[in-house]
């Protein structure tokens, strides 16, 4: 690969990922199309493809703009007439050009390697016959696109009217092309011509090296054959696709990569299954031992909602219950509690008592503030704070236990639980293990709601204080989903 040498594209790669970069490099030209781009793109798409250390292909460009279009003044010599030959050759002549350029953009459609386009500035007329042949497109929101053919009197020849349609519908591409308007990214994004839109060409690189690297890392055959089933069904019946891959697959199912994943899910699974589950003592001793680093690296991770983050700090013993949210907490979208409600929750009993009965934090969206009985109760000397999803993850992460994982223990636990209890044969050691699972579940549903709380229990309280668990349709506040009243009522009564 390094050997080659192209005056108007460049290649970088296969990094240590098999990640290719073909790169539009006519820069002072806003990377117009020309004869040379014409010519050396399908030959370094191929080189690519035949590469079997490349997985996956970006397409970018340097400058200010990913393509402006054909350059015109290539354009004005295919279509200017040659009165040294007769009217036939001369048409011969520009249904050979064009054909050439219609295999330069076919190129990125026939590799058998996925093709991502990374757009940004503008992508005009030849551009959009460019990116619409690519497997995947992202953009910036500043990016301009524009089918601009009917602004030059032609008609797009090139693959856009042809793959467009396929990619945002047929109403939509007809508008496009007939009035030749331009739209930007988060339009095109809209309409289903890009999978996404970054702020800025930085973040736009950085998303799209994290989907290649993705894409890189599974099976390369099955890769493969994902595109080109996908490809080829797009113009058969669902009943002629259905044929067309279970003749693929019956080729490619003796492949060594199906054989080792189908061993690497065999040997996850017995992981799971026999990797001890951590006691409620076992996982405060080695969530006691997160450091502050792992804290501080964590605690703008879980607590993201739309473009802001939540963000509080509790105690080690804290335990998330959607059982215990009091009716206090209004059903808010987003922002401050009112005066009245914040008031009415500090001066409550648990308010008060801190930190020996529930206390209930209402948390700002934006994590711009603190409520006055978390401060409150720094200043009463509580100072082993970390960060709720901190120590979490590492106590689970000390286990190697997986949300699954813990998932199962829980549902197990409860079903152990459920069945003493209607025998009356439930010990506090049983009850305490539930309820630390019960906590581990319901932190799983902690993130993403508007809504959040935290309850501190201390070691004298009881379930006993639950009260008022949900609102008058029977919804949990907080977490989402349903009560299970049969299950609140058993809590209760213990």
Not at 8 to 26: C, F, H, Q, W, Y
Not at 93 to 114: H, L, S, T
Not at 214 to 230: C, D, F, M, N, W
Request: aromatic share 6%.
């Amino acid at each position: 690969m390094a050997a080659l040498q192209w005056e108007s594209v460049k290649i970088e790669g296969p990094d240590s990922a098999g990640i290719a970069t073909l790169t539009l490099n006519r820069p002072v030209r806003f990377n117009a199309l020309n004869p040379s781009l014409f010519q050396e793109i399908p030959g370094a798409v191929r080189a690519l493809d035949m590469d079997p250390a490349v997985r996956v292909i970006i397409v970018n460009a340097a400058g200010r703009h990913f393509c402006s279009g054909i350059d015109l003044t290539h354009f004005s010599a295919v279509v200017g007439k040659d009165e040294s030959s007769c009217l036939g050759r001369q048409k011969e002549k520009f249904r050979r050009d064009v054909k050439e350029m219609q295999d330069a953009f076919n190129a990125f459609e026939e590799c058998r390697k996925p093709v991502i386009a990374a757009i940004h500035g503008a992508c005009i007329g030849g551009g959009i016959d460019m990116i619409t042949a690519c497997d995947l497109r992202y953009c910036t929101e500043d990016a301009i696109f524009c089918v601009k053919e009917v602004d030059v009197a032609i008609t797009a020849d090139l693959g856009t009217l042809q793959r467009l349609p396929k990619l945002v519908g047929h109403g939509n591409a007809m508008e496009l092309a007939l009035t030749a308007r331009r739209f930007n990214g988060p339009e095109a994004r809209s309409l289903g011509l890009v999978q996404g839109v970054l702020l800025s060409k930085e973040e736009l690189d950085v998303h799209v090296q994290n989907i290649a690297k993705q894409i890189a890392a599974k099976s390369p055959l099955a890769v493969s054959g994902t595109k080109t089933v996908l490809i080829k069904s797009r113009d058969m019946t669902v009943a002629q696709g259905l044929e067309y891959v279970g003749l693929w697959n019956s080729a490619m199912l003796d492949s060594e990569d199906l054989q080792e994943a189908l061993q690497a899910q065999v040997m996850q699974d017995v992981v799971e299954e026999q990797t001890p589950v951590p006691t409620r003592e076992e996982f405060a001793e080695v969530a006691a031992g997160a450091s502050s680093e792992v804290t501080k690296n964590l605690k703008r991770h879980i607590f993201e909602v739309g473009e802001g983050d939540i963000q509080i700090d509790v105690p080690i013993d804290v335990q998330v219950c959607a059982e215990e949210t009091p009716k206090v907490l209004p059903k808010r979208k987003v922002g401050r509690p009112k005066k009245p409600v914040k008031e009415k929750i500090e001066e409550s009993e648990a308010g008060r008592n801190w930190p020996d009965s529930e206390v209930y934090a209402l948390i700002d969206i934006r994590g711009e503030m603190e409520p006055d009985f978390v401060k409150n109760a720094k200043k009463q000397g509580v100072d082993s704070w970390s960060n709720l999803h901190a120590r979490m993850m590492a106590a689970v992460e000390g286990f190697n236990r997986t949300p699954i994982a813990c998932k199962r223990k829980f549902n197990s636990l409860y079903k152990q639980y459920k069945d003493d209890k209607m025998t009356n044969n439930v010990s506090d050691s049983d009850r305490n293990e539930y309820k630390f699972y019960e906590c581990l579940d319901q932190w799983w549903h902690f993130n993403g709601h508007v809504m959040r709380h935290v309850s501190s229990v201390s070691k004298n309280c009881t379930t006993s204080t639950m009260d008022n668990p949900t609102d008058e349709n029977g919804i949990q506040y907080g977490i989402g989903h349903e009560v299970n009243k049969s299950r609140k009522k058993e809590l209760q009564s213990t």
